[in-house]
């Protein structure tokens, strides 16, 4: 038993399970463009999420020659791994998906690293957060399955890609609730500025326009929308149970199922 947990801890601090998150939205997005599965694509996505995730909570271990423990050394080779499966499949994306791709990557490398003299990463801008783990997040499940597909950007990709950043963005909200006694004040996290009862009402109200910008789309599938619904209503359960007594799991395992759970109401339905 204690093996199996350890194992499932590292799936989660390895962020296998957030990979997973990502490559299902990535899946989405081909499913409602109805794109072909695309290897190269989604295993930029995947792996890249695996190296990027790491590199974003482990650097300072690094970076600072701090002491590791074996699982943070299992870590380090599980991303070095992922890292040379990213570049191998990053080469084989199209230039203009390549080109954005470094545009992401270089938001993760400055959401991170301190820039210049500052010793300030956006990550503790105030305020900033939330918006580039969304973009990003957008950007990577959206824009870039559909540029290597050769999808043109018209009204649907947009509305797509709106859909994804205000989903991000709520379920981000329900991190902060749980992350609210550990987080530094200093970050300034939504909870932190308005509450935590407060920050549930924007993150359901946000789910709104998400659900009904289905409606503007050049074509309505009555099956979508019904999937919909039903994410709206998890997501909205969540957000309503979140409080910051919550276990890790509830955020790092459950939540971030969601986009697995959405995936899968999809090829049920």
Same mark, same amino acid.
């Given at each position: 038993?204690?093996?199996?947990?350890?194992?499932?801890?590292?799936?989660?601090?390895?962020?296998?399970?957030?990979?997973?998150?990502?490559?299902?939205?990535?899946?989405?997005?081909?499913?409602?463009?109805?794109?072909?599965?695309?290897?190269?694509?989604?295993?930029?996505?995947?792996?890249?999420?695996?190296?990027?995730?790491?590199?974003?909570?482990?650097?300072?271990?690094?970076?600072?020659?701090?002491?590791?423990?074996?699982?943070?050394?299992?870590?380090?080779?599980?991303?070095?791994?992922?890292?040379?499966?990213?570049?191998?499949?990053?080469?084989?994306?199209?230039?203009?998906?390549?080109?954005?791709?470094?545009?992401?990557?270089?938001?993760?490398?400055?959401?991170?690293?301190?820039?210049?003299?500052?010793?300030?990463?956006?990550?503790?801008?105030?305020?900033?957060?939330?918006?580039?783990?969304?973009?990003?997040?957008?950007?990577?499940?959206?824009?870039?399955?559909?540029?290597?597909?050769?999808?043109?950007?018209?009204?649907?990709?947009?509305? $797509?890609?709106?859909?994804?950043? +205000? &989903? *991000?963005?709520?379920?981000? %909200?329900? @991190?902060?609730?749980?992350?609210?006694? /550990?987080?530094?004040?200093?970050?300034?996290?939504?909870?932190?500025?308005?509450?935590?009862?407060?920050? $549930?009402?924007?993150?359901?109200? +946000? &789910? *709104?326009?998400?659900?009904? %910008?289905? @409606?503007?789309?050049?074509?309505?599938? /009555?099956?979508?929308?019904?999937?919909?619904?039903?994410?709206?209503?998890?997501?909205?359960?969540?957000?309503?149970?979140?409080?910051?007594?919550?276990?890790?799991?509830?955020?790092?395992?459950?939540?971030?199922?969601?986009?697995?759970?959405?995936?899968?109401?999809?090829?049920?339905?």
């Amino acid at each position: 038993m204690q093996v199996i947990r350890r194992l499932f801890d590292f799936y989660i601090n390895g962020s296998i399970h957030v990979a997973v998150a990502v490559l299902s939205l990535v899946l989405m997005t081909n499913h409602m463009f109805q794109n072909p599965f695309d290897l190269p694509m989604a295993g930029f996505a995947f792996f890249g999420t695996i190296f990027g995730y790491n590199f974003i909570k482990y650097e300072d271990f690094f970076r600072n020659k701090k002491p590791l423990r074996f699982e943070l050394k299992g870590i380090a080779v599980l991303s070095l791994i992922a890292f040379a499966a990213a570049t191998y499949f990053f080469f084989h994306l199209k230039l203009i998906t390549q080109i954005t791709a470094f545009v992401f990557f270089g938001l993760t490398f400055l959401y991170t690293v301190p820039i210049l003299s500052s010793k300030k990463n956006i990550r503790n801008w105030s305020g900033v957060k939330i918006y580039i783990v969304a973009l990003c997040w957008a950007g990577v499940t959206t824009l870039l399955p559909l540029m290597d597909a050769g999808v043109e950007v018209f009204s649907d990709v947009i509305l $797509k890609f709106c859909q994804r950043f +205000l &989903l *991000v963005i709520s379920l981000i %909200l329900i @991190f902060e609730i749980i992350d609210l006694r /550990t987080d530094s004040p200093a970050l300034g996290t939504v909870p932190q500025r308005i509450g935590v009862r407060k920050t $549930k009402i924007v993150g359901i109200l +946000l &789910l *709104v326009p998400l659900y009904f %910008l289905e @409606f503007l789309k050049s074509t309505i599938d /009555t099956n979508q929308l019904f999937v919909n619904a039903l994410l709206v209503v998890v997501t909205s359960l969540f957000m309503v149970f979140a409080n910051e007594n919550r276990s890790k799991y509830y955020t790092s395992f459950w939540v971030e199922s969601i986009p697995v759970f959405w995936l899968g109401l999809v090829y049920l339905f």
